[in-house]
């Protein structure tokens, strides 16, 4: 007895429709800060710097944790914005973070990227 073609086709159905249900993405703004750092009374602007980090998280088999990339993406991101700029601190700070949820048979992952920008300066001695 031969399966109907479309009843072969209904378990990856229902799989495509779970991935779409489930698989979410979040921005969150983080805290805006006047500066990284506390500020010397004189500093020198030296320009715009941005720069974003990523982190990863996911379970196998539901229970086994498996991660990689900088525990703290949003510091690593403000610190690669100050080393790119070759500056000592950020004044007028912003940053985003976004969490991306993908669920994956046998596997929970979630993505996390930080993106932090602001002027960069250099204190004068």
């Known amino acids: 007895m031969q399966t109907h073609p479309s009843r072969r086709r209904l378990p990856l159905a229902a799989f495509c429709a779970s991935l779409l249900l489930f698989t979410g993405c979040?921005?969150?703004?983080?805290?805006?800060?006047?500066?990284?750092?506390?500020?010397?009374?004189?500093?020198?602007?030296?320009?715009?710097?941005?720069?974003?980090?990523?982190?990863?998280?996911?379970?196998?088999l539901g229970f086994i944790p498996i991660g990689w990339g900088p525990p703290d993406p949003a510091g690593e991101a403000r610190d690669l914005a100050i080393a790119n700029a070759g500056a000592d601190a950020l004044v007028d700070v912003t940053g985003d973070v976004r969490t991306w949820f993908i669920p994956i048979p046998l596997f929970s992952m979630t993505l996390f990227q930080s993106e932090v920008e602001g002027e960069a300066v250099q204190f004068n001695e």
């Not at 800060?33 to 196998?60: C, D």
Request: hydrophobic share 45%; glycine share 2%.
């Open 26 to 60: 979040i921005v969150q703004p983080m805290t805006i800060k006047p500066s990284s750092k506390p500020l010397p009374e004189s500093y020198s602007v030296v320009g715009h710097a941005k720069a974003s980090s990523w982190s990863f998280f996911m379970f196998f």
